[in-house]
């Protein structure tokens, strides 16, 4: 590379690390500035609104238990059907109602229900004779003031909020009825849709405890109670709730992903009574914009400081580079083989001092090259001799890679062999780790290969067998071992496995594995469990019958008989098996059975 390249490449170096360091210095304290920034804002306009919002509720619970104390409420509740004044006292607090509905904007509905939940008055008369005794509004409006949480009045098909509060007597102490108000989502949707100091990108938006969101997206369409929200933010807020209920704490604004999957800057407040989450979210990327333009100034200062570098650096560089080139041409001389030139100047910079080495150089190389030219003659010699230990020492290279192969052609074979194996099969260290697994033993025990791998032996067997683990590993040790053992899958189900287990030595005699073969033998125990209680029913059923009953082989020898024919033969059942009727009666009457 020319020095000219190199200094043009150092300068260049120099200001894009001096530029990269800069920008991003400047990117890390501007947007810890900005996201302070927009921390603040974004704190500042969720407390507002979660403010309102809780005003809100408040009103409407104020007002609410208010109605509940009109004595035009208490007295119809207390008028009986019977009684002369009861059209009266009807259409009295039906008016009060309709006047009531009809002074709050906000409230499209308020009715009366008696003490089993039957709405006996309403703004509303449709609604007349309604049993809402199931309702949350009347079971825990008889307790006191209640706000049902956001829902779609199935009567109206609209989004809405209900608050009620219970009707007592004038000595507060029988329960009348539950007055109800209802309200449309809209009051609420107001304060979230307004987005001032929130930009181009920015929302609020309120989510219930059940993480659905309760009123509008700025971004998407018929959101109220379909679109359920599982972001970092409402998951702090739902904790913080959890956690702190509605005591006052600090929250944190986050970077995370809204519903959306977009990047954003968020906060969170709660509306402790309803256990409701309000998010307030702003776009990462107009966050941070002054963040962005910052950049493109600085690269264009950097740009600019990239094309003075390389000015200086040209000029710089031509005022070294001339003599430099004028000792090139002298080495090419000598590397053409002209040994006799000098390239030696009188100038005493270290360019002058190189040039004047470098003859020093060139008269020591003419001395070299007229022993080297003496050594090449015997050099031939000893290259000969040299080969031929090459040569031999190949052909025992060719032999040992060759013994390799063959090696590694065996151990494929018994890999595969391993590996194909219906027995589950592993090996072990010394200290009982497992150090191999093929795919029929992680298929017996539930596990993955690579599970099994480090894990100790122990591990695969139940607890009740560790005594007898323990027996088997000595054994092993001293040569191998056969047994059953209760083994235990990852699920926790135990099975039996027959284990055969030996070492693995080295070329010294010593110990340096383990290895053993499992075979699940679920099927053969239940198959002997089966043939026992076979025998044990065949063996019950020959006891028990009234009849004589024997057992001959092809020889007529006796295999057994029951406990009525022993009986005959004066004794016992287990007596008979190898006897002949020879051993029983007379020779004339043997011959005839």
């Given at each position: ?160 909020l209900a608050f009620s509060a219970p009707i ?289 032996i122990a591990f695969l067997y139940a607890e ?130």
């Amino acid at each position: 590379m020319r020095i000219r390249t190199k200094m043009l490449l150092i300068v260049l170096s120099l200001v894009f690390v001096t530029g990269a360091i800069s920008t991003t210095v400047g990117q890390l304290v501007t947007r810890r500035i900005v996201r302070k920034q927009i921390a603040g804002k974004l704190e500042a306009v969720a407390e507002s609104r979660a403010h309102h919002v809780q005003t809100f509720l408040e009103t409407q619970k104020e007002a609410v238990k208010q109605s509940s104390e009109s004595i035009v409420i208490e007295r119809f509740l207390l008028a009986s059907a019977d009684d002369q004044e009861y059209l009266w006292k009807f259409d009295d607090v039906t008016r009060r109602l309709k006047n009531t509905a009809e002074g709050r904007e906000d409230t499209y509905d308020i009715f009366v229900l008696d003490e089993s939940g039957i709405i006996v008055a309403s703004s509303d008369e449709r609604d007349i004779g309604r049993d809402k005794s199931n309702d949350p509004y009347f079971l825990n409006g008889r307790e006191g003031a209640f706000i049902k949480d956001a829902y779609v009045s199935q009567d109206r098909k609209r989004n809405s909020l209900a608050f009620s509060a219970p009707i007592l007597d004038e000595d507060n102490a029988a329960l009348l009825g539950v007055v109800v108000a209802r309200f449309p989502v809209e009051e609420l949707n107001r304060i979230t849709i307004d987005r001032t100091g929130l930009g181009e990108t920015g929302e609020i938006y309120l989510v219930n405890k059940e993480g659905y969101m309760i009123t509008p997206s700025r971004f998407a369409e018929d959101t109220f109670l379909k679109l359920k929200v599982d972001t970092e933010n409402v998951r702090d807020c739902l904790e913080d709730m959890e956690r702190f209920g509605a005591e006052q704490h600090q929250h944190e604004v986050i970077l995370c992903k809204n519903y959306l999957d977009t990047d954003i800057i968020g906060i969170h407040q709660h509306i402790p009574e309803m256990n409701w989450s309000l998010l307030a979210e702003v776009n990462e990327k107009e966050a941070f914009a002054p963040i962005a333009r910052l950049t493109h100034l600085l690269l264009s200062v950097l740009g600019l400081l990239t094309v003075v570098g390389i000015v200086v650096s040209i000029l710089i560089s031509g005022t070294i580079t001339k003599p430099i080139s004028r000792l090139h041409h002298g080495t090419e001389e000598v590397a053409g083989g002209n040994l006799d030139f000098k390239v030696g100047t009188g100038a005493k910079d270290e360019i002058g001092q190189l040039s004047r080495t470098f003859d020093s150089m060139t008269a020591n190389l003419k001395e070299s090259k007229v022993r080297v030219e003496e050594y090449q003659r015997t050099l031939e010699e000893k290259i000969e001799a040299r080969t031929k230990q090459l040569a031999a020492a190949n052909e025992g290279l060719r032999q040992e890679i060759e013994e390799r192969k063959q090696l590694e052609q065996r151990l494929r074979l018994f890999s595969h062999s391993v590996e194909s194996s219906v027995d589950g099969v592993a090996t072990g260290d010394l200290e009982g780790n497992i150090t191999y697994a093929n795919e029929a033993l992680a298929k017996m025990f539930g596990y993955s290969k690579e599970e099994l791998i480090g894990t100790e032996i122990a591990f695969l067997y139940a607890e009740s067998q560790l005594h007898k683990l323990q027996g088997a590993l000595q054994a092993t040790r001293q040569g191998g071992w056969t047994g059953e053992l209760i083994g235990r899958r990852k699920g926790g189900g135990l099975f039996p496995v027959e284990v055969s287990s030996s070492i693995i030595v080295d070329d010294e005699g010593r110990i340096i594995a383990q290895v053993a073969t499992h075979r699940d033998i679920t099927e053969r125990r239940v198959a002997e469990e089966v043939l026992r209680e076979s025998e044990e029913r065949y063996r019950t059923l020959l006891e028990n019958l009234p009849q004589k009953i024997f057992y001959k082989d092809r020889r007529s020898v006796y295999v057994s008989c029951n406990e009525n024919y022993a009986l005959d033969l004066k004794i016992k059942p287990e007596e008979i098996a190898g006897k002949t009727d020879y051993d029983f009666y007379p020779k004339e009457l043997a011959e005839k059975y």
